[in-house]
């Protein structure tokens, strides 16, 4: 664990405790920050929010703006989730903010602390824009004191999180439609019609101006690029730089966020060229694991996605690689205990891959029982001891591609292993 993290877990409760109350008054004491920001983009959503951050970051940075940005979780060290003009921020200049929360935030949570040392951080640091990933739900997320984003930004939304939010579509719509405020325009991704209808009626209710992907814009693969059209515009773009067909439409959302910020067309298509988004089926060439794979000539891949949505678009991103080019698949799976596992592991049986289970530092599921859950849907499983084990055995198998998969913290554990795939 880096430091800056094992000090926040050491002097603050870790619990997830969706309230605004502490938040509001540990901003008051530091004189409202959340105030004081370059104008918001606030994004909320279950999948594709952080790759429509990544997007929307990079448009805007080609476009020549500074911008702040703030995402959550991170993936090896914890500066990943605070990013000020373009840089991540600096130990020091992180631990000097900490110590300002740290003296005024009573019982304030882990993600409570954090983010308002983000909005500090980024009150204090001159930008053109700060983009604010939302961290669980929207209604009470520690980010929604935030009232007066310049816009607001929703990712499709799935079931996730499920012992927070609950296991009704449209509740779940409801909580991310938080975000939706009065007087500010709002961009909608794909939506199921039961979570459209429920962020319909935030959107009524605090009369937000919505342009929803699929209804006002849509966009497409072709001629290996990117389509993009609206009532009124039609752009030719280069293929976003994140693989998967899924990343169409959450570099469609960033497009269209990109437009209501009038940035130029050339700007939008530098940002989906130069996006950079870790973990997020991310190629691995370096470090230990990706120089095990080269030496066997076998392609890694690393993904975070840990529900039933994010289990599609792997699947369909694997069995899209496995058309093209046949080769022996291996999975190397490792999940949270709360998470879904069956509906994942349901989304991936029909690319027949060898699953090889494991655990991670933290709430991990058991590997042998995680290997059950993978039988049970119509998987070959086997529990391992680790990655490194697991790989040399996929390897030693025949595996010409593996992926590893199930959980952004086994993702952080991978790429924290050397610091040749640190993000940055």
Same mark, same amino acid.
């Given at each position: 664990m880096d430091p800056i993290s094992e000090r926040l877990r050491a002097r603050h409760p870790q619990r997830i405790d969706l309230s605004l109350d502490r938040m509001r008054a540990l901003c008051a004491a530091l004189g409202d920050p959340q105030h004081r920001l370059p104008p918001v983009v606030h994004v909320a959503g279950t999948n594709g929010k952080g790759s429509t951050v990544a997007f929307l970051r990079a448009i805007a940075e080609a476009a020549g703006l500074r911008v702040h940005a703030y995402t959550s979780p991170h993936l090896v060290r914890f500066n990943e989730r605070i990013r000020l003009a373009g840089r991540l921020i600096e130990d020091?200049?992180?631990?000097? #903010? $900490?110590?300002?929360?740290?003296?005024?935030?009573?019982?304030? /949570?882990?993600? @409570?602390?954090? /983010?308002?040392?983000?909005?500090?951080?980024?009150?204090?640091?001159?930008? !053109?824009?700060?983009? #604010? %990933?939302?961290?669980?739900?929207?209604?009470? =997320?520690?980010?929604?004191?935030?009232?007066?984003?310049?816009?607001? #930004?929703?990712? +499709? *939304? !799935?079931? =996730?999180?499920?012992?927070?939010?609950?296991?009704?579509?449209?509740?779940?719509?409801?909580?991310?439609?938080? *975000?939706?405020?009065? &007087?500010?325009?709002?961009?909608?991704?794909?939506?199921? @019609?039961?979570?459209?209808?429920?962020?319909?009626?935030?959107?009524?209710?605090?009369?937000?101006?919505?342009?929803?992907?699929? *209804?006002?814009? =849509?966009?497409?693969?072709?001629? &290996?690029? $990117?389509?993009?059209?609206?009532?009124?515009?039609?752009?030719?773009?280069?293929? +976003?730089?994140?693989?998967? /067909?899924?990343?169409?439409?959450?570099?469609?959302?960033?497009?269209?966020?990109?437009? %209501?910020? !009038?940035? +130029?067309?050339?700007?939008?298509? %530098?940002g989906l060229r130069t996006a950079r988004w870790p973990a997020r089926l991310q190629r691995i060439t370096a470090g230990p694991y990706g120089e095990a794979a080269r030496a066997a000539d076998a392609e890694l891949w690393l993904d975070g996605g840990h529900n039933p949505h994010a289990g599609r678009a792997l699947a369909a991103f694997l069995t899209a690689r496995q058309a093209r080019a046949p080769r022996p698949l291996a999975l190397i799976c490792g999940m949270l205990a709360n998470k879904d596992q069956g509906g994942f592991f349901e989304a991936l049986k029909e690319t027949g891959a060898t699953v090889f289970t494991v655990g991670f530092e933290g709430a991990a599921a058991e590997p042998s029982a995680l290997a059950a859950v993978a039988r049970g849907h119509g998987l070959g499983a086997t529990a391992a001891g680790s990655v490194d084990e697991a790989l040399k055995l996929a390897l030693r198998l025949g595996a010409g591609r593996v992926a590893i998969c199930g959980s952004l913290y086994l993702a952080g554990e991978v790429l924290g292993s050397s610091r040749e795939t640190w993000p940055d």
């Open positions: 020091e200049a992180l631990n000097a #903010v $900490l110590d300002r929360i740290e003296a005024v935030s009573g019982q304030a /949570t882990v993600f @409570e602390s954090t /983010t308002a040392a983000a909005f500090v951080a980024m009150s204090e640091t001159p930008a !053109d824009l700060a983009i #604010v %990933e939302v961290g669980l739900g929207g209604v009470l =997320d520690a980010t929604n004191v935030i009232e007066r984003p310049l816009l607001s #930004v929703i990712a +499709p *939304v !799935d079931y =996730d999180h499920a012992e927070f939010l609950g296991t009704d579509l449209a509740v779940i719509a409801s909580e991310k439609a938080g *975000v939706l405020k009065a &007087g500010a325009p709002a961009v909608i991704g794909r939506q199921r @019609e039961e979570a459209m209808a429920a962020i319909e009626r935030r959107a009524t209710d605090v009369r937000a101006r919505l342009t929803v992907l699929g *209804v006002d814009f =849509d966009a497409w693969a072709e001629r &290996g690029g $990117l389509a993009f059209q609206t009532a009124d515009l039609f752009m030719d773009l280069p293929a +976003p730089a994140l693989a998967g /067909t899924h990343q169409i439409d959450n570099a469609a959302l960033a497009i269209a966020a990109a437009l %209501e910020l !009038d940035l +130029p067309e050339a700007a939008i298509a %530098e």
